[in-house]
């Protein structure tokens, strides 16, 4: 009898879609890097986040079943068929140190870009501090465009002395002379960002289109506000989404985006331009027994994953 062994969902190390672990980074020969940053050290209310990116690797483990990629009937396209990735594990975090995490986050990006600039970074957070030191490791690709998915604007300059925080990101995001712009999808609900801000962000040509809007434009309408053949960066935080598919989250929003909206979405701005990288924040799975969340989260990854690299083919 063959002694091979069955790479099934149930067995083995926990990777992204069990894929192969590198934690040597010197030769990333993949399409796709995933890295996990599991910080949650700038919440203020409701930590957890920490444990996303360990969720959303075991959700996702049930992609391992297929070599040759998923078929998706309504479509007729099978997802992810042919990408090659590899899972790069976790950035070290540091106890009670919210700078030097940030900081290893960071130079944990700027290394596996600069060994394969060809290569698409996936990070998993963490809360939603993590994309910016992503984006300032991305300088070497900009310029692009910025689209946040999330249910809070998070541009709050300051508050009681902090600048980088999970209420922070977008404004600090903004600094950066590579971004050209930014669109946010599915603002909605009460938020930590005030009427100021708000403002602030509408004058330097922040769009912000929230689930009301989004219903009255439609799917098309909405991924036709970005540039057409543009460059984006996409970051998710996962409360865009309506509370019950993401109840294990820091701030469930009720009235987001549901499942498939956000995934069509996605699929469009696959189409629409070039994704530089990606990232998804704010899985919180101990608010969450079912483990919906990380379910949700991996799909909406493993879908978006496959339609940029459709795209990609398709232009080659």
Same mark, same amino acid.
């Given at each position: 009898m063959e002694n091979k062994k069955l790479n099934l969902p149930l067995t083995g190390i926990p990777t992204f879609c069990k894929a192969p672990l590198r934690e040597d980074w010197s030769n990333l020969q993949a399409d796709v890097a995933v890295l996990g940053v599991p910080f949650d050290?700038?919440?203020?209310?409701?930590?957890?986040?920490?444990?996303?990116?360990?969720? /959303? @690797? *075991? $959700?996702?483990?049930?992609?391992?079943?297929?070599?040759?990629?998923?078929?998706?009937?309504?479509?007729?396209?099978?997802?992810?068929?042919?990408?090659?990735?590899v899972d790069c594990g976790d950035v070290n975090m540091s106890h009670m140190d919210a700078q030097r995490c940030l900081q290893n986050?960071?130079?944990?990006?700027?290394?596996?870009?600069?060994?394969?600039?060809?290569?698409?970074?996936?990070s998993l957070g963490g809360d939603h501090a993590v994309?910016?030191?992503?984006?300032?490791?991305?300088?070497?690709k900009g310029p692009f465009h910025v689209v946040q998915f999330d249910s809070?604007?998070?541009?709050?300059?300051?508050?009681?002395? /902090? @600048? *980088? $925080?999970?209420?922070?990101?977008?404004?600090r995001i903004g600094e950066l002379d590579y971004v050209t712009g930014m669109t946010a999808i599915g603002i909605h609900g009460i938020s930590s960002t005030s009427r100021e801000d708000f403002q602030k962000a509408r004058s330097q040509g922040f769009s912000i289109i929230g689930p009301r809007?989004?219903?009255?434009?439609?799917?098309?309408?909405?991924?036709?506000?970005?540039?057409?053949?543009?460059?984006?960066?996409?970051?998710?935080?996962?409360?865009v989404l309506d509370a019950p598919w993401a109840p294990g989250t820091g701030l469930p929003s009720p009235g987001g985006l549901d499942f498939n909206e956000l995934v069509d979405t996605l699929r469009g701005v696959a189409e629409r331009g070039e994704v530089v990288g990606l990232d998804l924040c704010e899985v919180a799975p101990i608010y969450d027994p079912a483990g919906t969340t990380g379910w949700v989260a991996a799909a909406a990854l493993v879908d978006f994953i496959g339609a940029i690299f459709r795209e990609r083919k398709k232009r080659t």
């Open positions: 050290i700038s919440v203020g209310e409701r930590p957890g986040a920490r444990f996303g990116p360990k969720a /959303i @690797r *075991e $959700a996702s483990c049930v992609y391992a079943l297929s070599g040759s990629g998923f078929y998706d009937h309504e479509i007729d396209a099978y997802c992810m068929e042919g990408v090659n990735i986050t960071y130079e944990a990006a700027l290394e596996i870009i600069s060994k394969n600039p060809k290569i698409l970074l996936v994309p910016i030191p992503l984006l300032r490791a991305f300088k070497g809070h604007l998070d541009y709050v300059d300051e508050r009681y002395g /902090i @600048r *980088e $925080a999970h209420n922070n990101t977008m404004r809007e989004f219903r009255r434009l439609g799917v098309e309408k909405v991924v036709a506000k970005l540039p057409k053949g543009g460059r984006f960066y996409v970051t998710i935080d996962i409360d």
